[in-house]
């Protein structure tokens, strides 16, 4: 029997995230804490990673975790005698295309678990989420997980906890990291009752002193907390229900909204009445308010989907109140276009796109139409792996399945006269980039490239340092820092899962772990460089990277004033099919690379474009000059069948004749060659392979 829904109304409640690096635990820790809770029953063997949080097709078969999820818990605490506390638990995801989710989730909660694998220490994207919970201005909670692993090294990572974020975490300070395995279950019940203690009291006496005397007047609860006040609650999630419409999540701050409430944002000035309000533990409960502190979602009459505005806060109709601070919205960092693979589809990918951005707030769509593919939608995203991971959940929550054009990076264009502009769709890429010296054409002319650059965290066993070096330099990177694990092994569990099988593992243990960082242009990246990493290493090597330009995590040791973008001699490869642009394949290509990819391309669309009754030349362009060409010969029937011998006039005659209607035929059709879908879909699938590799 799930919680009484009431109850929800009257505990004094606080609400924390889990943030860590990925595959450090936090799903799995998430589990331990709604089991010891009651939250879900305990079922079967213990320490089993049900990842109850991770409910997306996409999360469970791939184990990684994309999408934040609220869930409110009533924690009895043992020191006080059973006294309910509510505590609303934020899972967030670990990989960097995901930051914003992370960042989102944070202006709802007071407190942050930082949880760091006991095998590994701190790694990037335990600093940057670090960063972002600091910048929040949360307590954070160290908690070193997977202690229960013989290769855990408590002591170096509580070192590193101190010497790097700068907590006091040692035993007795005032961060004092919780050692815990949440395969085991061992250490989580502390973790609960630190929550209870930072939550429910932020003196430091508190951390050490049962809460029972400190709490009493604050938990002497009314059945509405915040009655009274103006509410103000922002809005930091939202996802379509077919039946429901649109819900909206909420963090209310101050308070109380009800069933029947007349609503308005602060920002949009839109009115709306609270149709339902409840909390998800872990399922949806209808609990017709929520308090002060609460953490849950409301339904209204929302009917468009663009209406519910994350970062918005909402109040009462009647009440003038100051706004909550919001969020910046996201960079995307990766573009590309998707079309239906049947263009009388368009609209329902259109609705479906839609939909889930409503749930996925870092993509960016707008309408695009291709003169190959027809209507499609430009989207904008934040890395490789969030672009496979939309894709994935295009085709599991709506049955979309898409054409997507390579994915593309957005670069910078330097006029001459000093100013600048960002552009993330190849077409708009100039076709010459003119020298700064002595240029005509006045100050709109772009005299300089940029793009953006990332900083990259490769891990592998020494045996594969080579290849990867080579693979980095290959995609133009340039080398920052190579490390050697001396200890060996420990990165090596967590890097190839379950895939290989035990004699394989101990080979691997017994090399040492090398930890290469490389300053790496994105473009090179976005494609197919997360396949080649895990075929060239057979999936042993882990590859992360931090995004350097701005609105992303920094990475560590990067200078601040560094912008992240760099001068590159890029250009613009375009493709051409008996004279005709097509503009879905154009593309932004390193200079150097130019030529190699241009002969590759035009190869394989030779190969699928449809034979023609005259012959097709397909080239390849950089600033207006054809850098690769191939030509795919005519159908050719044969007209001197049947003539035997026959005079030498007659036979010219024939192939003359021949040759003329074929001229004619290409006049009449403008030189135009209509490629099937089917071919199309080849090319691209090719042309991002690789790309749909992650790094899990
Ligand atoms: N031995 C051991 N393994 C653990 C422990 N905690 C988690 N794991 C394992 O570590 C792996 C990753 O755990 P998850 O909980 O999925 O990690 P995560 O941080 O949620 O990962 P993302 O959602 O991808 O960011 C799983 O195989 C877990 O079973 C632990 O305390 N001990």
Known sequence: MGPDASKFAMLLPTSFSIIAHIDHGKSTLADRLLELTGTIPMEGESGVNRQVLDSLKVERERGITVKSQAVSMIYADRRSQGREYLLNLIDTPGHVDFAYEV??????????LLVVDAT??????????????????????????????????TDAVLAQLESRLGLDCMPGGQDEAILVSAKTGMGVEAVLQRIVDVGFDTSAAAASSPPSAALAPRTKTTAKRGEGEKLRALVFDS??????????????????????????FSHSKKKYEVLDAGVNSPTGISTGLLCQGQVGWVVCNMKSLTEA?????????????????GFKPSVPMVYCAAFPVESSDFPKLEAAIQRLALNDRSVTYARESSNALGQGIKLGLLGALHLEIFRARLEDEYEQTILVTAPSVAYRLVHQDGSSRIISNPLDFPDHVASRIGTKGGGK?????????VLGTLTCPEEHVGAMMQLCADRRGT?????????GGAATTSMVGGDLDGQQQQQQQQQRIVTMKYRLPLGEIVTDFFGLVKSKTAGFATFEYEDLVEGQGRAEGIDAEEDGWERSDVVKLTFLISGTPIDAL?????????????????????DVVPRQQYDVVVQACVGGKVVAAEKKGAYRKDVLQGIYGGHYDRKAKLLGKQKEGKKRLRSMSFGRVQIPQESFMEILDSKSSGSSKTNK
């Open 120 to 153: 590994q220490g701190i790694q990037s994207q335990t600093l940057s989420v670090f960063r972002i919970a600091v910048a929040r201005g949360l307590r954070i909670i160290p908690i070193i997980n997977k202690i229960d692993l013989p290769n855990a090294n």
């Open 479 to 487: 080398e920052v820092d190579v490390s050697f694990d001396e200890e």
């Open 103 to 112: 960042s989102r989730s944070l202006s709802a909660c007071q407190m942050a």
């Open 239 to 264: 996802w379509y229900d077919s039946y429901r419409g649109v819900i909206a999540l909420v963090s209310v701050h101050d308070g109380v909204l009800k069933t029947g409430d007349k609503l308005a």
């Open 445 to 453: 002319n772009v005299v300089e490239v940029q793009e953006p650059m």
């Open 586 to 606: 154009c593309q932004v290509v390193h200079r150097s690379k130019a030529v190699y990819v241009a002969r590759q391309w035009a190869q394989k669309i030779k």
């Open 309 to 325: 505005s994350i970062g918005d806060t909402l109040h009462h109709a009647n009440t003038h109140v100051e706004p909550l601070a």
